[in-house]
T-cell receptor, first 109, second 114 residues
């Protein structure tokens, strides 16, 4: 079983739609959780950290369920510029980042 | 401030050759990590360095090696290249190794092995 698993995608949604990505992780000792965004042929960039209480940044909302080892990202009012691959990432202590395969999102006009 | 820089941006090699990739972290950052991203996959951890010492190694063969210099820049070396080494090689830097530290990625070096 992979350490971080994500919806394979691709997700093709119209502008203005709400889209949700899910991710599960296998290591219950994981302590830090992130969503990274990666544009085509570019490096991953931190979108947001994910906290147990849930957190929101504008149109983006992240949730963490430690009991189910489940992370989610909700994007409201999708924009064309949201088209990218979204990577679910977990980390335990000082160990390196562990990435999922990513979920590709295409927002269509 | 400049972000993480990597060189070269692109590289074409043939099987059996050796390659050296370079990374300069954000000024003040003492930790550098290397990741390999093959097409359609998420980045996979290769090495982590902090204060010039290796602090972690991923599941990669001994053909892969790295080092960190006194100015905290880093090099990744790959010997005896295989076709499967074709990938985007990403360098990430952070201030420290602490759990909460954000890692910032460079633009990567795209390696093609023919």
């Amino acid at each position: 079983r992979k350490e971080v698993e994500q919806d394979p995608g691709p997700f093709n949604v119209p502008e203005g739609a709400t889209v949700a990505f899910n991710c599960t992780y296998s290591n219950s000792a994981s302590q830090s959780f992130f969503w990274y965004r990666q544009d085509c042929r570019k490096e991953p960039k931190l979108l947001m950290s994910v906290y147990s209480s849930g957190n929101e940044d504008g149109r983006f909302t992240a949730q963490l369920n430690r009991a189910s080892q489940y992370i989610s990202l909700l994007i409201r009012d999708s924009k064309l510029s949201d088209s990218a691959t979204y990577l679910c990432v977990v980390k335990k202590g000082n160990t390196p980042l562990v990435f999922g395969k990513g979920t590709r999102l295409s927002v269509i006009a | 401030d400049a972000g993480v820089t990597q060189s070269p941006t692109h590289l074409i090699k043939t099987r059996g050759q050796q390659v050296t990739l370079r990374c300069s972290p954000i000024s003040g950052h003492k930790s550098v990590s290397w990741y390999q991203q093959v097409l359609g996959q998420g980045p996979q951890f290769i090495f982590q360095y902090y204060e010039k010492e290796e602090r972690g190694r991923g599941n990669f063969p001994d053909r892969f090696s790295a080092r960190q210099f006194p100015n905290y820049s880093s090099e990744l070396n790959v010997n005896a290249l295989l076709l499967g080494d074709s990938a985007l090689y990403l360098c990430a830097s952070s201030l420290r190794l602490a759990t909460e530290e954000t890692q910032y990625f460079g633009p990567g070096t795209r390696l093609l092995v023919l």
